[in-house]
């Protein structure tokens, strides 16, 4: 599984773009970049997942170059609700199998009025 | 539709004594997967079930863990006998099959004293 790594903590305020960045120098071929939401004293959440370009969903885009080294979780003009722990993770996605997720630290996202 | 659900919330023991805990998956996930944070360390996985059968326990970390899985629905993970660096959350998460089980949902997690 490839190693991730991304900034230990993060501050914004209302109304502002987030972009968290986490690079994965060594994704293989099969992996996809998945981000997880974590709020204190709830377990983590699944906010999205992709493989190359971009993706989007409700919640937040997900920005991967070509060469997938890296991604960027974006989270559109946020609030105070906001502010958990954003975890990266890179793996294969299997058809029919499963996946044990490796979590890291994480970023602490602070989102202040 | 209800999400997964754990049971305590939170449990305090004393060193050496016993405690289960309890994990029901949403409905109709075969996929039940327990995880667990220890005091200043990261999420890690501890097992895997596909239904009622152990697929992967890679994580436990000795053998006063046991988990179960009745009739692939709830699942029990039980600690006996206890020690100080057994305390932490233990999460629960459960997740489809088609997908691959890379969404995985988890519940709010037990917190586990160990004293």
């Known amino acids: 599984l490839a190693k991730t790594t991304q900034p230990i903590s993060m501050d914004s305020y209302e109304g502002q773009e987030v972009n968290i960045t986490c690079s994965h120098n060594?994704?293989?071929?099969?992996?996809?970049i998945t981000w997880y939401q974590q709020f204190p004293s709830q377990g983590p959440r699944f906010i999205i997942q992709?493989?190359?370009t971009k993706v989007t969903n409700e919640v937040a885009s997900l920005f991967i170059p070509a060469d997938r080294k890296s991604s960027t979780l974006s989270l559109p003009r946020v609030s105070l609700s906001d502010t958990a722990v954003y975890y990266c993770?890179?793996?294969?996605?299997?058809?029919?199998?499963?996946?044990?997720?490796?979590f890291g630290a994480g970023t602490r996202l602070a989102v202040h009025p | 539709e209800a999400g997964v659900t754990q049971f305590p919330s939170h449990s305090v023991i004393e060193k050496g004594q016993t405690v289960t805990l309890r994990c029901d998956p949403i409905s109709g996930h075969d996929n039940l997967y327990w995880y667990r944070r220890v005091m200043g360390k990261e999420i890690k996985f501890l097992l895997h079930f596909v239904k009622e059968s152990k697929q992967d326990e890679s994580g436990m970390p000795n053998n006063r863990f046991l988990a179960e899985r009745t009739g692939g629905t709830y699942s029990t993970l039980k600690v006996q006998p206890a020690e100080l660096e057994d305390s932490g959350v233990y999460f629960c998460?459960?997740?489809?099959?088609?997908?691959?089980?890379?969404?995985?949902?988890f519940g709010p997690g037990t917190r586990l004293t160990v004293t």
């Open positions: 060594n994704i293989a071929t099969n992996d996809y």
């Open positions: 998460a459960s997740s489809q099959t088609r997908d691959g089980g890379y969404e995985q949902y």
């Open positions: 993770l890179v793996g294969a996605r299997f058809s029919g199998g499963y996946n044990k997720l490796i």
């Open positions: 992709g493989y190359k």
